[in-house]
């Protein structure tokens, strides 16, 4: 007999891969294809369950952007005992993440939604793109910066702005060059995310830790340096 947990666990995954079944709906066929009816056809479910899910449309549409955000995995784990290279490998996973998101089919055909339709409708979704999309990984990201200034292992007055500079350092302009349309590039998303974290580190290490992370070697020397589309 299945739990309540077991339920919710399958209530779960169904419903996510409703969502998966509409981002890609998205990404082949625009915003024209991402109807209630096509949504359902493209998951085998009801447009009632549709319905219960999501409510409306906007619903919908804000469930896939904050499923695709849940992609960008950043939890922080503790860093203050294991020091500067846990806090590092912490900020290179989540950065290799952010840059696969980012670069996916689906990031680009939600961004380009977001602007095509930015401030026409009544429901911008441009703002679900941010309170659903941005706005989390930024929370969770800079809950992990914030630990490392406790603990003392990176130093900066701002959190705002601390998170953007690493943003900027990790994202540079390729979602930009993506979003225009400029054919993808290969790159190493784990390597430009070490740079990233490298150059970062540099910017906003502690007194007593800016040495070891100057020291390190990896993908911040030139020799070492990932791709850029």
């Given at each position: 007999m299945a739990t309540s947990e077991t339920q919710g666990e399958g209530h779960s995954a169904r419903r996510n891969a409703v969502l998966e079944s509409a981002l890609a709906l998205l990404v082949e066929g625009g915003e024209r294809a991402l109807t209630t009816a096509g949504v359902a056809r493209a998951a085998n479910c009801s447009k009632e369950s549709l319905y219960k899910w999501f409510g409306d449309r906007d619903g919908l549409l804000a469930a896939m952007i904050t499923f695709q955000a849940s992609k960008v995995r950043a939890e922080p784990q503790p860093v203050g005992a294991r020091g500067l290279p846990a806090l590092r490998a912490q900020l290179v996973g989540i950065a290799t993440n952010l840059l696969r998101v980012l670069a996916g089919?689906?990031?680009?055909?939600?961004?380009?939604?977001?602007?095509?339709?930015?401030?026409?409708?009544?429901?911008?979704?441009?703002?679900?793109?941010?309170?659903?999309?941005?706005?989390?990984?930024?929370?969770?990201?800079?809950?992990?910066?914030?630990?490392?200034?406790?603990?003392?292992?990176?130093?900066?007055?701002?959190?705002?702005?601390?998170?953007?500079?690493?943003?900027?350092?990790?994202?540079?302009?390729?979602?930009?060059?993506?979003?225009?349309?400029?054919?993808?590039?290969?790159?190493?998303?784990?390597?430009?995310?070490?740079?990233?974290?490298?150059?970062?580190?540099?910017?906003?290490?502690a007194e007593e830790t800016t040495g070891p992370a100057r020291e390190r070697t990896g993908s911040g020397s030139p020799n070492n340096a990932p791709n850029t589309p």
């Open positions: 089919d689906v990031s680009i055909a939600l961004n380009r939604l977001a602007i095509g339709k930015a401030h026409r409708d009544a429901a911008d979704l441009g703002q679900l793109v941010l309170d659903h999309g941005r706005r989390p990984i930024e929370t969770r990201l800079s809950a992990l910066l914030e630990a490392g200034r406790d603990a003392g292992l990176i130093a900066f007055d701002d959190t705002r702005e601390a998170y953007a500079t690493l943003y900027g350092l990790v994202v540079r302009d390729m979602h930009v060059r993506l979003l225009l349309g400029e054919p993808k590039q290969p790159f190493s998303p784990a390597a430009r995310a070490e740079q990233a974290v490298d150059q970062f580190l540099r910017l906003f290490g």
